[in-house]
């Protein structure tokens, strides 16, 4: 069974970084797209960034572009979010999400297969 696990959440000053990893022990990702999703209290869940399986392309919601960088390590099994210039509407729990994506510029935030558990991300001073 795929079962992400997002270790890297914590309380971070506005304006500062934060970078979170997306593990998947014991289990290939070299075939899944790789998502970061989050919802805020109060909030929907939303699609935050996404990278294809190969790493080649990526997608981002508007609220996070040129703030946020996805990036993966297939040979490590693991999905990186690099946070920074974080802002308090940031705050939210943050989960990761894998599925199996058959073309290698596949960035869709939809159809997700495995999730994990979530790991909160607070922005506050």
């Known amino acids: 069974q795929l079962q992400p696990v997002e270790p890297g959440g914590g309380l971070v000053q506005p304006g500062g970084p934060l970078r979170s990893p997306c593990a998947v022990p014991?289990?290939?990702?070299?075939?899944?797209?790789i998502g970061w999703f989050r919802q805020a209290p109060g909030k929907e869940r939303e699609g935050v960034s996404c990278?294809?399986?190969?790493?080649?392309?990526?997608n981002y919601a508007d609220s996070v572009k040129g703030r946020f960088t996805i990036s993966r390590d297939n040979a490590k099994n693991t999905v990186y979010l690099q946070m920074n210039s974080l802002k308090p509407e940031d705050t939210a729990i943050y989960y990761c999400?894998?599925?199996?994506?058959?073309?290698?510029?596949?960035?869709?935030?939809?159809?997700?297969?495995?999730w994990g558990k979530g790991t909160l991300v607070t922005v506050s001073s």
């Open positions: 014991g289990f290939s990702l070299d075939y899944h797209a």
């Open positions: 999400a894998a599925r199996v994506a058959f073309a290698d510029y596949d960035v869709g935030f939809n159809g997700m297969d495995y």
């Open positions: 990278i294809s399986k190969n790493g080649g392309s990526t």
